[in-house]
């Protein structure tokens, strides 16, 4: 079965908080452009978020994507392997463009086995994956608020965004701690924002209010300084920004540079790397979870299926951000209670609405 066309369409959906900010940026809305990949009667559906910090714009993704359509078409279903070759000799990075293609096939291989697709990833080990939700960047007693409503809601895990500002980030960890009580799962996002002696200096003062992990302390590319965090303090480390590649992972859990790895399906090109990505972890006795897939239900619905295949998965996992946001042409899935159930049905598990504006290229 061939590949006999490929569409894509511009998705724009607006946050409830107009204001959300971390430590890179301020957004009001998650963009992106699906992907619809034809053979035959079949679709199979993958998305590509615009992330300017992850090398994506929503200027450039359309661009990439027209420069690999001519690659896509006429490729057999079931030639994964040699697709993504052509891909990455075609042209250097364009992760997110890569994922969305991949996604779309790996969608469109389920389906023409008429099974979900966690079963052709290996099957999943569990039915629901706790959800990790993201609290913005705002004054301590802000985000307090914001965590008590999410907590109230069902939520139980929580991931807090802080500057770089030692001080007030330990008062928004206060805060929300004391807001929330022992049965809350708290971690830190920096984003890249502190230096090495701030990193230490804010996780210790941190410790005392029970924080499980922290991702991404210091930059990107300072790997010395990253093990050195990793070394100096007990609580989890964990890379993000830093694990962009499968050779960056590959060097990271190598040489136990971080506790941990947040593994990102677009930041990665696709599920194969994503999936390649967790074994490396596994391997090296590195723990690894999804990290935040944000945008469409489509994106997370692909990611659920990776949570639930991966072994050794340990943590909560960010699949739920599309509850903050309106306008999602993609339904299926749903927070409920703080966890959102693995889909089942066949495929990635959500079917599109009619509203999306595709266009063959």
């Known amino acids: 079965m061939l590949i006999d066309g490929f569409d ?30 034809r053979a035959g009667d079949l679709c199979g559906y993958g998305y590509a978020p615009a992330i300017p910090h992850m090398g994506s714009t929503f200027e450039g993704l359309p661009i990439e994507l027209r420069r690999f359509a001519p690659l896509v078409k006429k490729t057999d279903l079931w030639d994964i392997e040699a697709l993504l070759q052509r891909l990455d000799s075609s042209l250097f990075g364009a992760s997110q463009a890569k994922a969305a293609i991949d996604c779309a096939m790996h969608d469109l ?22 959800v990790l939700r993201i609290l913005a960047l705002k004054p301590p007693n802000e985000m307090a608020d914001k965590a ?20 007030e980030d330990v008062a928004r960890v206060r805060a929300i701690r004391e807001r929330l009580g022992s049965q809350a799962h708290l971690t830190i996002d920096a984003n890249q924002s502190y230096s090495v002696k701030e990193a230490i200096c804010a996780i210790e003062q941190m410790a005392p209010y029970g924080v499980d992990l922290v991702e991404q302390p210091v930059h990107r590319s300072d790997l010395r300084g990253l093990a050195a965090v990793t070394r100096a303090v007990s609580t989890i480390i964990e890379a993000d920004e830093a694990a962009g590649t499968l050779e960056e992972i590959s060097a990271l859990v190598g040489d136990r540079l971080v506790d941990a ?18 074994r490396l972890c596994e391997v090296n006795g590195v723990k690894c979870r999804v ?13 659920l299926s990776l949570a639930a295949s ?8 960010e699949l739920g951000e599309f509850a903050r946001m309106d306008g999602d042409p993609f339904a299926g899935i749903e927070v409920i209670d703080g966890y959102v159930e693995v889909p089942d049905a066949v495929g990635c598990g959500v079917s599109a609405s009619a509203e999306l504006a595709w266009q063959e290229i």
């Open 8 to 37: 894509v369409s511009p998705i724009e959906m607006p946050l409830h908080d107009k204001d959300w900010a971390f430590a890179l940026a301020t957004v009001s809305s998650a963009r992106g452009f699906a992907v619809r990949l």
């Open 310 to 317: 991966l072994p050794k998965l340990t943590y909560a996992c």
């Open 109 to 130: 291989m389920a389906k023409a086995s008429d099974i979900p697709l966690h079963k052709l990833l290996g099957g999943a080990l569990v039915k629901r994956i706790p």
């Open 261 to 278: 790895v947040s593994l990102k399906i677009p930041k990665l090109g696709g599920l194969r790397n994503a999936i390649a990505a967790a």
């Open 148 to 167: 008590a409503e999410l907590y109230d809601s069902g939520y139980r895990y929580f991931k807090i965004k802080v500057h770089g500002d030692v001080a």
């Open 291 to 303: 990290g935040a897939h944000v945008g469409t239900r489509l994106l997370n619905a692909h990611g």
